[in-house]
C-alpha cells in the first residue's frame, strides 16, 4: 500500500507503477520531497525567492514508455521578486515534455495577500514536438469595460487582440503561479471565495475558491512532516490539491494530469 | 457563398449533447458553445456511429460506418484503400491541417494532413490538461499568420472534458472522499442524479460482459472501484466532468475569438461535434462503449461568426437525424468537392440553406428523402437504430472463432434485443422488449436494421491486433451466452 495522500498517488498499478523498470511514483516523489523538506527552509519573508517544482505524471499510462527511467517530465520555476513600488516582479519557467511546450511568463502582482494582477503581462511560448507550430508571443492586459467589469485580452505580436473574458469589479484577478504565495498568507479559515484565476495568463477561471484540507502527515526518510492541504476549484478549474509545509512554504501542488513537487529553493 | 470558404472544425472529446448551457443545462456555465448555437444550427438529433474514440473519428474522417472502416473499437486499424477527408481535401485544392487529438488508428495523419500540433508524445486518449491550451495556441498562431492562397480546413481535436477518464482512473485503487465530507462542497452545489440512475436490468449480454458483470471486458479497475459508490459521489463524477467541459468550452473561446478578429472572419464556417457522450452515472455507468442516448447523442453546430455565409442564427432542428458520417459530405459539399464513392453520409448543407420543414431535401439533382432514423455500432457486436418513437438496441450473438467479419444479418444470429419508447420514456428506464404487445414494433425494427445493414460494405478486420481483441471479447462473451442458454 502507497503511504502517499490519495489527492497524489498515483502508485496504482498503472503501468507506471507496476513496472519498477518504468520507475515508481511513490519512491520518486518520496525522494524528491524528502530531499527538499530536509534541506534548509526558505525565508517567508525574503523580497526575493525562487521555488523548482518537478512535474510527475498522474497519468493513467503511456507516460514515457520505453524511454529512461525517472518518471518526471517537466519542471516548473518561479521565480519572483518584491521591487521598491511595493509590486512583485513574477518570471514564470515551465517544461512540459509530454505536451512538449516551454512557456515563459512575466507578470506583475501588487503585495496584497490576494496578489492581484497589476499593469500588463507577457507570454511567450517554444513548442519542440512535431507539427508547424513554433512559438507564440503574447502581450496581456486587464482593462475598464464598464462601471462593473473589466476586460482580459492578449493581443499577438502581430497585433491580433483576442478577448480573454470579464471580471467583475470585486472580484480578484490573479495568476494561477501567484497562488503558490497567496495560499501560504491565506487567513486562519483557509477559505477564499471569488477570485478569477488567469490560468497561464490566458485562460480566465471564473468564481473560484479555496478551502482547507484536512492534515497529511508525510513520512519521508524517517522524518515526519505535517502538511496543511487546500482544494482550489471553479468554474473550468477542476480541483487541485495544494500542501504546505509547517513553514508555509508550498511543498506539493497536484492537478488531475501531473503532481508538482518542490525540488528546490533558494532566497 | 464566400468564396475560398475555410473550414473550421472543432471537436471535442466525451461531451453528451445535453451538456450545453444553452441547451437547458444549469449546472455547467458554457458561454463559447452557447455563443456557436446563437450563431448557428444545432442539430439535436446528432449521433456519433460509434461511442468511442477511435471508432468515432474514424468515422469522421472516412465517411464510413465502423463495420466498414476497420475501427469498430480502440485498437482496431483502419483499412488502407479508404480515402479520408485530408487525402480528399489536399488532392483538391484546399490545405488541409489538423491539430490536437487524432486517435484514427493506423491512419498517419502527418501523410493525410498538415500537421499543426499533436503534442510531443502524441496525444492517445487522455492528456487534455496538457495538450489542449497548446492547441490552442497553435491554432491562435496558425489564425494570425497563414497567407496561403489556399483555402484552409482546420480541425481541432480537443481532448477534453475526456481528462474525467483520469478522474474515474484515480479510484481504481483508492477511497476518495466525498465533497461534502472535504468541506469542499455543499449538497446544493453537486447536480442531481439522472433520473434514469436505477435502470432496467434487462440489457443485451454485450453490455453486461463489457461494464456490469464481476470482470468487465472493458475498464474492470473502475468499475470495481466505484461499485460501493454514494449517490453524493456519482454525482461528484458528474460536477466534475462539468468542470472539464467548461475547461475545453474556454479553449473554444480562445479560438472564437480569434477567429472574430482575424482576416478569416467572414470566408470561414464553423463546425462543433463531440466525438461521443459521457454517462455521468446514466444507467449507473460512466464513460461511454453503451447505446444508450447519453453514450451515442452528440451534440453537432454549424455555425459562422457573420453574415456571409448562409447558414441560420439561433436554430435548433429537431427534425433531421445527423450521424458521425454526414461530416465528409457536409464538408466537401462546402468545399466544392465530389464525395468519393461508397461515402455514406448525407451533407447538411442542403439542410442549413434550404426549407429545414420538409421531410424531403431539395438537392441540384434530385429530390431525396432525408433519413428517418440513425444507425450506430458498438463493441463490435452492439447495434441500435434510434427512430422518431422508438429506440431499437440489439446485438449479435459472437462466433467463437474466426468472428473477424463484422457481424450482421447473414452472418451471426441475433441475442437479446431492448425497445424504449422515447416519447413516453426518454430516459430509457423501461425495456419494452418483452411485451407482447410490442412485437409487431420489434419486428419493424429488426427488419428496418436488418435491411439497411444490407447496404453497408462490412469488410474482414485487419490480422493482428484487431482480430486479438475479437478473440478475446469472443471468448468471455460466448462463456457468458453458454451461462444464459442453460
Same mark, same amino acid.
Given at each position: 500500500m502507497s503511504k502517499l495522500h490519495w489527492s497524489v498517488d498515483y502508485t496504482y498499478a498503472s503501468p507506471l507503477g507496476a513496472d519498477q523498470s518504468q520507475g515508481n511514483f511513490e519512491r520518486e516523489f518520496t525522494q524528491i520531497l524528502a530531499d527538499s523538506l530536509s534541506s534548509s527552509r526558505g525565508n517567508f519573508s525574503a523580497r526575493t525567492k525562487t521555488h523548482r517544482y518537478t512535474l510527475l505524471p498522474n497519468f493513467w499510462g503511456g507516460f514515457k514508455k520505453g524511454e529512461e527511467p525517472n518518471l518526471d517530465i517537466g519542471q516548473?520555476?518561479?521565480?519572483?521578486?518584491?521591487?521598491?513600488?511595493?509590486?512583485?516582479?513574477?518570471?514564470? #519557467?515551465? #517544461?512540459?515534455?509530454? %505536451? &512538449?511546450?516551454?512557456?515563459?511568463?512575466?507578470? $506583475?502582482?501588487?503585495? !496584497? *495577500?490576494?496578489?492581484?494582477?497589476?499593469?500588463?503581462? +507577457?507570454?511567450? $511560448?517554444? /513548442?519542440?514536438?512535431?507539427?508547424?507550430? %513554433? %512559438?507564440?508571443?503574447?502581450?496581456?492586459?486587464?482593462?475598464?469595460?464598464? &462601471?462593473?467589469?473589466?476586460?482580459?485580452?492578449? $493581443? $499577438?505580436?502581430?497585433?491580433?487582440?483576442?478577448?480573454? &473574458?470579464?471580471?467583475?469589479?470585486?472580484?480578484?484577478?490573479?495568476?494561477?503561479?501567484?497562488?503558490?504565495?497567496?495560499? *501560504?498568507?491565506? !487567513?486562519?479559515?483557509?477559505?477564499?471565495?471569488?477570485?478569477?484565476?488567469?490560468?497561464?495568463?490566458?485562460?480566465? !477561471?471564473?468564481?473560484?475558491?479555496?478551502? *482547507?484540507?484536512? /492534515?497529511?502527515?508525510?513520512?519521508?526518510? /524517517?522524518? +515526519?512532516?505535517?502538511?496543511?492541504?487546500?482544494?482550489?476549484?471553479?468554474?473550468?478549474? *477542476?480541483p487541485i490539491y495544494w500542501w504546505l509545509t509547517e513553514s508555509g512554504e508550498v511543498a506539493v501542488m497536484s492537478t488531475m494530469l501531473g503532481t508538482y513537487v518542490l525540488h528546490e529553493r533558494s532566497d | 457563398?464566400?468564396?475560398?470558404?475555410?473550414?473550421?472544425?472543432?471537436?471535442?472529446?466525451?461531451?453528451?449533447?445535453?451538456?450545453?448551457?444553452?441547451?437547458?443545462?444549469?449546472?455547467?456555465?458554457?458561454?463559447?458553445?452557447?455563443?456557436?448555437?446563437?450563431?448557428?444550427?444545432?442539430?439535436? @438529433?446528432s449521433y456519433c456511429t460509434d461511442p468511442v474514440c477511435a471508432p468515432a473519428r474514424a468515422s469522421w474522417v472516412s465517411g464510413l460506418y465502423t463495420s466498414e472502416n476497420g475501427v469498430p473499437f480502440n485498437g482496431g486499424r483502419m483499412h488502407d484503400d479508404i =480515402?479520408?477527408?485530408?487525402?480528399?481535401?489536399?488532392?483538391?485544392?484546399?490545405?488541409?491541417?489538423?491539430?490536437? @487529438?487524432?486517435?484514427?488508428?493506423?491512419?498517419?495523419?502527418?501523410?493525410?494532413?498538415?500537421?499543426?500540433?499533436?503534442?510531443?508524445?502524441?496525444?492517445?486518449?487522455?492528456?487534455?490538461?496538457?495538450?489542449?491550451?497548446?492547441?490552442?495556441?497553435?491554432?491562435?498562431?496558425?489564425?494570425?499568420?497563414?497567407?496561403?492562397?489556399?483555402?484552409?480546413?482546420?480541425?481541432?481535436?480537443?481532448?477534453? =472534458?475526456?481528462?474525467?477518464?483520469?478522474?474515474?482512473?484515480?479510484?481504481?485503487?483508492?477511497?476518495i472522499p466525498g465533497p461534502i465530507e472535504q468541506g469542499l462542497l455543499a449538497a446544493e452545489d453537486l447536480p442531481p442524479l439522472p433520473d434514469n440512475f436505477d435502470y432496467d436490468k434487462r440489457e443485451i449480454i454485450l453490455q453486461k460482459v463489457m461494464h456490469r458483470d464481476g470482470k468487465t471486458a472493458i475498464h474492470a479497475p473502475i468499475l470495481n472501484g466505484i461499485r460501493d459508490w454514494t449517490e453524493e459521489q456519482w454525482r461528484f463524477m458528474t460536477w466534475n466532468h462539468h468542470r472539464f467541459v467548461e475547461a475545453a468550452d474556454q479553449q473554444i473561446g480562445l479560438i472564437l475569438n480569434t477567429l472574430e478578429n482575424s482576416r478569416f472572419k467572414n470566408n470561414t464556417l464553423i463546425i462543433f461535434a463531440a466525438d461521443h457522450g459521457e454517462s455521468s452515472g446514466c444507467h449507473r455507468a460512466f464513460q461511454k462503449f453503451s447505446l444508450y442516448e447519453e453514450s451515442i447523442h452528440v451534440p453537432f453546430i454549424i455555425a459562422d461568426l457573420n453574415d456571409q455565409l448562409d447558414v441560420p442564427k439561433n436554430i435548433l432542428d429537431t427534425k433531421h437525424f445527423v450521424s458521425g458520417v454526414d461530416l465528409v459530405p457536409t464538408v466537401l459539399d462546402y468545399a466544392g468537392i465530389d464525395v468519393p464513392e461508397g461515402v455514406q453520409g448525407l451533407s447538411l448543407k442542403p439542410l442549413i440553406e434550404m426549407d429545414r420543414d420538409s421531410a424531403t431535401i431539395q438537392t441540384s439533382e434530385n429530390i431525396i428523402p432525408w433519413r428517418d432514423f440513425v444507425y450506430v455500432e458498438s463493441n463490435y457486436w452492439g447495434?441500435?437504430?434510434?427512430?422518431?418513437?422508438?429506440?431499437?438496441?440489439?446485438?449479435?450473438?459472437?462466433?467463437?472463432?474466426?468472428?473477424?467479419?463484422?457481424?450482421? =444479418?447473414?452472418?451471426?444470429?441475433?441475442?437479446?434485443?431492448?425497445?424504449?419508447?422515447?416519447?413516453?420514456?426518454?430516459?430509457?428506464?423501461?425495456?419494452?422488449?418483452?411485451?407482447?404487445?410490442?412485437?409487431?414494433?420489434?419486428?419493424?425494427?429488426?427488419?428496418?436494421?436488418?435491411?439497411?445493414?444490407?447496404?453497408?460494405?462490412?469488410?474482414?478486420?485487419?490480422?493482428?491486433? =484487431?482480430?486479438?481483441?475479437?478473440?478475446?471479447?469472443?471468448?468471455?462473451?460466448?462463456?457468458?451466452?453458454? @451461462?444464459?442458454?442453460?
Open positions: 516548473v520555476l518561479i521565480r519572483r521578486s518584491l521591487d521598491d513600488g511595493n509590486v512583485w516582479r513574477y518570471t514564470i #519557467e515551465h #517544461e512540459n515534455t509530454t %505536451s &512538449g511546450e516551454e512557456l515563459f511568463l512575466n507578470f $506583475t502582482c501588487d503585495d !496584497k *495577500p490576494e496578489r492581484s494582477l497589476a499593469g500588463s503581462w +507577457q507570454i511567450r $511560448t517554444e /513548442n519542440s514536438a512535431d507539427g508547424s507550430y %513554433s %512559438s507564440l508571443s503574447l502581450k496581456g492586459e486587464c482593462n475598464e469595460k464598464s &462601471g462593473r467589469e473589466r476586460e482580459v485580452s492578449v $493581443t $499577438t505580436a502581430s497585433g491580433l487582440t483576442i478577448a480573454a &473574458g470579464t471580471v467583475e469589479r470585486d472580484e480578484t484577478l490573479t495568476c494561477n503561479w501567484a497562488l503558490f504565495d497567496i495560499i *501560504p498568507l491565506l !487567513k486562519e479559515s483557509g477559505r477564499l471565495n471569488r477570485l478569477a484565476i488567469l490560468d497561464d495568463l490566458e485562460i480566465l !477561471k471564473n468564481d473560484c475558491r479555496i478551502r *482547507p484540507l484536512k /492534515n497529511w502527515v508525510f513520512a519521508g526518510d /524517517n522524518v +515526519q512532516h505535517t502538511l496543511s492541504g487546500f482544494c482550489v476549484f471553479g468554474r473550468g478549474h *477542476p | 457563398m464566400a468564396d475560398n470558404l475555410n473550414i473550421l472544425f472543432i471537436n471535442t472529446d466525451q461531451q453528451t449533447w445535453n451538456v450545453v448551457s444553452a441547451y437547458g443545462n444549469k449546472h455547467v456555465h458554457t458561454p463559447n458553445i452557447d455563443r456557436l448555437q446563437k450563431n448557428g444550427i444545432s442539430f439535436m @438529433k =480515402p479520408d477527408l485530408g487525402q480528399v481535401l489536399t488532392r483538391n485544392g484546399y490545405h488541409a491541417v489538423h491539430c490536437g @487529438k487524432w486517435h484514427v488508428e493506423n491512419r498517419i495523419m502527418r501523410e493525410s494532413f498538415h500537421n499543426l500540433y499533436t503534442g510531443k508524445r502524441d496525444i492517445g486518449a487522455c492528456g487534455g490538461e496538457y495538450y489542449d491550451r497548446v492547441s490552442t495556441h497553435a491554432v491562435i498562431d496558425f489564425l494570425d499568420s497563414y497567407d496561403q492562397a489556399l483555402p484552409f480546413y482546420l480541425q481541432i481535436g480537443l481532448v477534453n =472534458p475526456h481528462d474525467i477518464c483520469e478522474y474515474q482512473h484515480n479510484h481504481e485503487y483508492t477511497t447495434r441500435a437504430i434510434v427512430m422518431e418513437r422508438f429506440k431499437y438496441i440489439m446485438e449479435y450473438r459472437p462466433i467463437q472463432e474466426e468472428d473477424f467479419i463484422p457481424p450482421g =444479418p447473414d452472418t451471426n444470429s441475433v441475442g437479446l434485443e431492448q425497445l424504449f419508447d422515447l416519447v413516453e420514456d426518454p430516459w430509457e428506464t423501461k425495456n419494452l422488449a418483452s411485451e407482447a404487445r410490442y412485437d409487431e414494433t420489434l419486428a419493424a425494427c429488426r427488419e428496418k436494421l436488418f435491411s439497411f445493414e444490407k447496404k453497408l460494405c462490412r469488410r474482414p478486420l485487419r490480422a493482428g491486433r =484487431p482480430r486479438e481483441i475479437v478473440k478475446k471479447w469472443a471468448g468471455q462473451l460466448c462463456e457468458r451466452w453458454s @451461462k444464459y442458454d442453460q
